[in-house]
């Protein structure tokens, strides 16, 4: 499977705890999208990387949250001390060309965050 | 910055009928608008898109206008089937920004 993947599918983990997910885009891909999905709405955008640079952040994306690309490949979402409202879906996505050139997005099955 | 809005947020129709779902844009110089549909429990796919400088693209069953003056767009699933039951959202660009902004959803359901 070259798609994006994403690890891991589910987490639950008690408030106050960090948790670390990962993604790894399509290979060719180098734009890299988080994005943040709750029940019963449309994706929220996080944070977005071009190779390894992180050129755009959303200001849901509180300090407790830092995300990395390093070598413009993989990319970590890390959060820090964990809240209940932290609880939703994270979902990765890449693309080979800018939004604004049509380009496509290619979603992992996402991480599925639980906050206990 | 960009806001969209979708509507309705649910919808059940009868298999073989059409489903028509809406969606308004804040943003005059958005120049793309894809729709996406999210399974349960899968991940969103690009199911269509459209440019701004056409005003209708149709693929099988599944088609889309645009209204660039309105700011509105739509997708509309013509015959529909039990397998096109599924969450659906609009997106449109931020100006200046490499990101789509999602609509809220819309849940189909096809009623067999």
């Known amino acids: 499977d070259t798609g994006v993947s994403q690890d891991p599918r589910h987490k639950i983990t008690k408030r106050g705890q960090n948790v670390t997910f990962r993604c790894d885009p399509i290979?060719?891909?180098?734009?890299l999208y988080w994005y943040r999905q709750t029940l019963g709405q449309g994706p929220e955008f996080l944070t977005y990387f071009q190779n390894e640079a992180q050129l755009e952040k959303s200001r849901l994306l509180s300090d407790r949250f830092s995300a990395e690309r390093p070598k413009g490949s993989f990319s970590t979402l890390e959060i820090q001390r964990t809240e209940q409202g932290d609880s939703a879906m994270y979902l990765c996505?890449?693309?080979?060309?800018?939004?604004?050139?049509?380009?496509?997005?290619?979603f992992g099955e996402g991480s599925r965050l639980t906050v206990l | 910055g960009e806001n969209v809005e979708q509507h309705p947020s649910t919808l059940s129709v009868q298999e073989g009928d059409s489903a028509v779902i809406k969606c308004t844009y804040s943003d005059s110089a958005s120049n793309y608008f894809p729709w996406y549909k999210q399974e349960l429990g899968k991940r969103p796919q690009l199911i269509i898109d459209i440019r701004s400088n056409v005003g209708e693209k149709k693929d099988q069953r599944i088609a889309v206008t645009l209204n660039k003056t309105a700011k509105h767009f739509s997708l509309h699933i013509t015959e529909t089937q039990p397998e096109d039951s599924a969450v659906y959202f609009c997106a449109a660009p931020r100006q200046g920004a490499q990101k789509l902004v999602f609509g809220q959803g819309t849940r189909l359901t096809i009623n067999p």
């Open positions: 290979s060719e891909h180098n734009r």
């Open positions: 996505a890449s693309s080979p060309r800018t939004v604004s050139n049509t380009g496509e997005l290619f």
